[in-house]
């Protein structure tokens, strides 16, 4: 086979992945990952069967590579939001505005990492609890900067933001008010009450 046939196949091959990781995303999201089987990724890809395997071994490593990329995309925009922001209260808002209008933005890829908990992957568990506490990380070290009274349980604080913001998908219409006027409105309702 010449040198450029090669390249052309392997230019297909890696074109493949994006639309097997969007159709992985969407079925997560809508059928749950336990549910979902690598032949519906593979239909919904519009692709055969046996074709996942060439480029995922399983269905947990699709599911970590989806993860894997919705954290990148929210450290991302966090790390944009927050590059020219220093007060820490100024800093936790632009953090919980960004956060939340990423997984309010019908993204799979945030629903996912929002929705399947590594507990339902026992098999990548200690991949995606890693993941997901490399992007905690940035809410543990915003928070550890905040005026707060030396009794205040910090890691306590950033895990009961974390569910309050992920569980703003439950609830949430777009029509009442923007994700910013929800995040802001978080974080005024958290400096006035524990503020030192």
Request: glycine share 4%; net charge positive.
């Amino acid at each position: 086979m010449p040198a450029t046939d090669v390249k052309s196949t392997r230019r297909r091959s890696h074109n493949r992945v994006q639309p097997l990781l969007d159709a992985a995303a969407k079925l997560f999201t809508v059928k749950g990952y336990r549910e979902t089987t690598m032949r519906d990724i593979a239909a919904e890809a519009g692709m055969q069967a046996g074709s996942v395997y060439y480029h995922f071994k399983s269905k947990a490593d699709l599911l970590l590579a989806v993860y894997t990329l919705a954290v990148d995309s929210l450290e991302a925009q966090l790390e944009s939001a927050l590059s020219n922001v220093d007060d820490p209260w100024q800093r936790l808002e632009v953090a919980v505005v960004a956060h939340l209008e990423t997984i309010l933005d019908h993204n799979d890829y945030s629903s996912v990492m929002i929705g399947v908990t590594p507990d339902k992957a026992e098999d990548i568990r200690p991949a995606l609890i890693a993941l997901r506490d490399r992007y905690e990380s940035y809410f543990e070290a915003i928070i550890a900067r905040l005026p707060l009274a030396k009794r205040t349980d910090r890691r306590l604080l950033r895990l009961m933001l974390l569910g309050a913001l992920n569980s703003t998908k439950s609830w949430y219409k777009e029509d009442e008010k923007s994700a910013r006027a929800v995040g802001i409105a978080y974080v005024r309702f958290l400096r006035n009450s524990i503020e030192a």
